[in-house]
């Protein structure tokens, strides 16, 4: 099992493109989640969703989308890019709130 | 809403001192997980506590949950510099999500 694979590792945007985060995972989890993670804040919840078709916001949403078509699959999309949204990106995934969670190894986003 | 504290933020400690960190809620939980992320890496689960007053020890490291299922606490025995990292408590929130707050970050000096 690959677990929880997040694609690209590193991407640098300029300030309004759009881009879409990639996360995958093959343990058949229900549950999937989006982190942000910035100097001295902690992870932050951006997205996440308790099955296929069911998404729901976190703490941060904002300037983020997200689809869940898939049990494997949750995108999050940026829009419109803003240096704000410079940050590490995690994706998670799990079982409920008994289950541990499983990270992707992280998106490093840098936006110009 | 949900509040919870983790202290300290930084910690610096020499090899094999120990260490401490505090999680603490405004509110009883259902529940708490502990995870560790080393520098430059992903959070790695460590362990759930449950019920309350329970004591969980994975070799050197501690975890207590309290009795009013308001705190948890992580302690590492005699640190060594593969303890380097940033220790996070996890408490649920609704939806079957887990708050992550700023974390312990510890540093360990050989």
């Known amino acids: 099992n690959a677990g929880v694979t997040q694609t690209p590792k590193f991407q640098v945007l300029k300030t309004g493109q759009s881009m879409t985060l990639q996360c995958a995972q093959d343990m058949n989890h229900e549950y999937m989640s989006w982190y942000r993670q910035d100097p001295g804040m902690g992870l932050r919840l951006i997205h996440y969703s308790v099955g296929a078709g069911i998404t729901d916001q976190g703490e941060v949403p904002n300037g983020y989308n997200v689809s869940r078509s898939t049990t494997e699959d949750f995108p999050l999309r940026l829009l419109s890019a803003a240096p704000s949204q410079t940050s590490v990106y995690f994706c998670?995934?799990?079982?409920?709130?008994?289950?541990?969670?499983?990270f992707g190894e992280g998106s490093r986003l840098t936006v110009l | 809403g949900q509040q919870v504290m983790q202290i300290p933020q930084y910690q610096h400690v020499q090899e094999g001192e120990d260490f401490t960190t505090y999680c603490n809620s405004s509110t009883t939980l259902s529940n708490i997980q502990w995870y560790k992320q080393r520098p430059g890496g992903h959070p790695v689960f460590l362990i759930q506590?449950?019920?309350?007053?329970e004591v969980k020890k994975q070799k050197r490291l501690t975890f207590q949950f309290g009795e009013a299922k308001k705190n948890s606490s992580l302690h590492i025995t005699a640190t060594q510099t593969t303890d380097v990292g940033t220790y996070f408590c996890a408490p649920p929130l609704s939806g079957n999500q887990f708050y992550f707050g700023t974390g312990t970050s510890l540093t360990v000096i050989p």
């Open positions: 506590l449950v019920k309350s007053g």
């Open positions: 998670a995934s799990h079982t409920g709130f008994s289950g541990e969670l499983f």
